[in-house]
């Protein structure tokens, strides 16, 4: 199967994805204008230290003052190998201004967590311009190559400051790692312009949008293509690929076809089996993931799967096609925080340690950190994961005005990517009028924000879709019908989009 990496936009939203094959292995969805994103920077104002907790509130700006801790850095150490003194961020008073990074989003009544130790990341290497650091990642793991490295690391070094040799590097010349390192110096230069002359409480750098994200991440010599389906976003990934990296120019592809995209490479059911807690497994076992405020629990059960006559065999098959699973389910899902896997009972001890086995080597093509602490004395599975981003169908779902927040249903823009998919697929089979009846408040929301505006004046130019609100209809149901007759009958509710 060939790995390749999708990124769409629709309304103002942007989706990347990572597939191999039919099989989704990361999903992202975000607003445009979002307005925190991991690694921003911000010129911020410490409104209080608390000195007993070693950490200080800041205010970037944001509707919550950001948390700084003495003991927080944007990498983790436990991933590197080097030494590091990390200097002390809490000589602090109020008032101060001080630059900051996000290094995770803001939660519930939280606000976006903080480090002083800015960084910046590329394919191949990291910069630290407050730390003096040499590492390698540990996902490296050839001695001679991870001494190379580190020989290179330390010849291009800046003086005072740390670098870390991504994983990517192990592939890649020494003038490609260099050119990045000064790419990412000097843009550390002009934020250090930017913070003297901006005013406190300001985002002074965002992160690129999530297609570079996904190149600086994911990206390698093993991804088959880069399909795009937004030109703008098109756009600034070429100019990315002309600056950085050749190679992936060849690989992009700029999706031009009518249906939708992620239906068009067969993963809109990957998508919405997002919105389920069950994952069903090809043997026809299943797990089941369940969320509580303290953790994340996970069920594996064997389903129709019957195996052979030997009980033990048929549940340990079951048990290590579960263990490959639920390691991409994490991935997949974004899912962090303590984890909690109930394998089927198995006696063989032999068959617990190959299980331990599997899941450990599956867990380890994360990005994220995850610790696989062991089986309990109840045969339950420890995992933690490191949460930096939120869930991935967070994006899809909100809460259920119909059960007053006890459940969840899809999100206005889940049922908007819906439909603009049926639209797609109504004006690809030759229909020139579409006549769309759905709930009120998804018709306000589609006419107030212009969600569909720029598909209407380019690709739909010349076709005609009547929306007909309706106050009885369930948030996420819809009908489309295509017309091509010239007269129709509507309803006086009826209203043509965008007219």
Not at 24 to 49: A, D, M, P, Q, W
Request: aromatic fraction near 8%; include cysteine.
């Amino acid at each position: 199967m060939s790995v390749n990496i999708f990124v769409d936009s629709y309304g103002g939203n942007v989706i990347g994805a990572v597939a191999d094959g039919e099989k989704l292995l990361e999903y992202r969805i975000e607003k445009k204008n979002k307005t925190v994103t991991i690694g921003s920077i911000f010129k911020g104002r410490v409104e209080n230290v608390l000195a007993g907790m070693q950490a200080a509130f800041v205010s970037v700006g944001l509707a919550r003052n950001g948390y700084l801790s003495a003991t927080d850095m944007l990498m983790d150490k436990t991933e590197l190998v080097g030494k590091v003194e990390i200097p002390s961020i809490l000589n602090l008073k109020e008032g101060d201004e001080i630059m900051v990074q996000a290094v995770k989003d803001p939660a519930g009544n939280k606000g976006v967590r903080l480090t002083s130790n800015v960084s910046f990341a590329a394919r191949n290497v990291v910069f630290m311009p407050t730390i003096d650091f040499v590492g390698v990642s540990r996902r490296i793991t050839d001695e001679k190559t991870r001494e190379k490295l580190m020989a290179l690391a330390e010849s291009i070094k800046p003086k005072g400051q740390g670098i870390i040799i991504r994983t990517a590097a192990e592939n890649s010349s020494k003038s490609e790692i260099k050119r990045e390192l000064n790419l990412l110096i000097k843009q550390y230069e002009e934020i250090v312009e930017k913070f003297n002359s901006s005013r406190a409480e300001t985002c002074i750098f965002e992160e690129g949008n999530v297609a570079i994200r996904l190149i600086r991440d994911v990206y390698n010599s093993k991804i088959d293509k880069f399909i795009v389906g937004d030109k703008e976003i098109y756009g600034s990934v070429l100019d990315y690929a002309k600056r950085i990296d050749v190679e992936l120019k060849k690989k992009l592809r700029l999706y031009d076809k009518k249906v939708d995209m992620f239906k068009f490479y067969g993963l809109e059911k990957e998508v919405s089996a997002l919105l389920s807690n069950t994952v069903q497994l090809s043997s026809g076992g299943y797990i089941v993931i369940d969320k509580t405020e303290a953790l994340i629990s996970i069920d594996v059960n064997t389903g129709k799967y019957t195996g052979s006559d030997n009980l033990e065999d048929t549940v340990f098959t079951t048990n290590l096609e579960a263990a490959e699973e639920i390691a991409r389910q994490l991935r997949l899902r974004n899912l962090s925080g303590m984890i909690i896997v109930d394998f089927i009972d198995m006696e063989s001890e032999e068959h617990k340690e190959k299980l331990l086995e599997v899941l450990a080597s599956n867990l380890e093509k994360d990005r994220e950190k995850c610790t696989l602490v062991g089986m309990t004395p109840l045969g339950l599975v420890e995992i933690t994961r490191k949460k930096r981003r939120r869930e991935s169908a967070s994006m899809l779902v909100k809460s259920c005005p119909y059960c007053q927040g006890t459940g969840v249903i899809q999100s206005n823009d889940y049922t908007v990517m819906r439909i603009r998919t049926g639209l797609l697929d109504l004006f690809a089979d030759g229909y020139e009028t579409a006549i769309i009846d759905l709930n009120i408040e998804i018709a306000d929301y589609i006419l107030a924000k212009k969600l569909l505006q720029k598909d209407v004046d380019k690709i739909w130019k010349g076709k005609r879709i009547y929306v007909i609100p309706h106050k009885t209809y369930h948030q996420h149901f819809f009908l489309i019908k295509g017309d091509n007759e010239r007269v129709i009958e509507l309803p006086d509710n009826a209203v043509l989009l965008y007219s």
